[in-house]
């Protein structure tokens, strides 16, 4: 695989560029492209420059409108309503999550439903902003189906991932993000691209048996999830949480809208932010850290979001694969 060395700020460039010529506003360019560079210094690939191609077939096709701002509603203390309007996910959160920060602050415990927003990003960027604040963050949404439950051949639930994140004093939040797949379907496509294998157990092909082959599984196959009976379960938390109890669609029925066009489709997350200083004693920020060393000195242990938060500190340039580099400077 050939790689071209970009700084982060050419690859913030990069896809501002490309996000205006495709129908964005200044403001959701900046979002976008802000969250695509730090997917990419972050060492989180298969949401940074990667996704890009996708929002643009998105906007093209009308069916994200690259202009749009959130319709944000308290309903009532501690509950958030926002129609994304169809505009992008990372503008919807840019101007929710200081609502649900504050509402948390308030009442100790807040939620934000939101409906109507295209979102393909990673979920950490929500989550570790929420505890940065203080906050515990828990985030999750669905897509379109990928997934086969446990005992079926066919899919019914998206990649459906979740993220936890808990804050830290002087330090940065433990947050992992995962995929209730056994791996997202991204990380599918990316292996795909680079002629990588992937687990055995990791999906199946179209004709229902098991592979080893990411393009078996990405073309016609489906992804399973991970755990078997467990993860099965967890995914259909997830259909639920971020279809109807925010008043979305199920997986299935969002392929049922969405125009195919390789974009993103419309649907539903579910973030909660819950404040540990009125839930616990003013000792909790002690007490979690003298858990996150025992851990820590258990042997090779890492807890979840520290490789990422190493990768950052790296400000130079970063290697991203050459034909995808090509084919997103064509888009624009």
């Known amino acids: 695989m050939k790689t071209i060395s970009l700084t982060l700020e050419e690859i913030f460039n990069l896809a501002k560029k490309t996000l205006l010529t495709n129908g964005c506003d200044e403001e959701t360019s900046n979002i976008l492209s802000d969250l695509i560079m730090k997917a990419e210094r972050d060492g989180s ?14 906007l093209k096709s009308g069916k994200i ?4 701002r959130p319709n944000i509603k308290k309903i009532s203390s501690s509950v958030i309503k926002v129609d994304g309007n169809n505009s992008l996910a990372p503008m919807v959160l840019n101007k929710s999550i200081p609502e649900l920060v504050k509402a948390a602050k308030d009442s100790g415990v807040a939620v934000l439903a939101i409906t109507n927003s295209h979102h393909m990003a990673a979920l950490w960027p929500e989550t570790e902003a929420i505890a940065e604040q203080g906050l515990v963050a828990f985030a999750c949404t669905s897509y379109k189906p990928a997934v086969a439950p446990t005992g079926s051949v066919k899919a019914l639930f998206g990649t459906n991932p979740i993220s936890f994140a808990w804050p830290r004093k002087n330090n940065t939040p433990v947050v992992y993000d995962m995929a209730t797949a056994s791996m997202a379907m991204g990380e599918v496509q990316v292996a ?5 294998k992937v687990p055995l157990g990791t999906g199946l092909s179209k004709d229902g048996k098991q592979t080893t082959d990411p393009g078996e599984i990405a073309d016609g196959g489906v992804l399973l999830p991970f755990g078997g009976y467990k993860g099965s379960a967890i995914a259909m938390m997830v259909e639920l949480m971020a279809g109807a109890l925010v008043g979305d669609n199920f997986s299935f029925e969002t392929a049922v809208k969405d125009n195919n066009d390789g974009g993103p489709p419309s649907g539903g997350e579910f973030i909660l932010a819950i404040s540990p200083n009125k839930t616990s004693d003013t000792k909790w920020q ?8 025992k851990m820590k000195s258990m042997g090779e242990v890492r807890l979840p979001g520290e490789r990422r938060h ?9 290697n991203i694969n050459e034909e995808l ?3 997103i400077k064509s888009l624009s």
């Open 45 to 58: 690939l298969s949401h940074g420059l990667f996704r890009l191609p996708a929002y643009v077939s998105g």
């Open 65 to 68: 409108n690259g202009k749009a």
């Open 192 to 196: 795909k691209r680079e002629g990588h």
């Open 286 to 293: 002690e007490h979690s850290d003298k858990f996150f060393e």
């Open 310 to 318: 190493k990768n950052r500190i790296d400000k130079g340039p970063r």
């Open 325 to 327: 580099v090509n084919k």
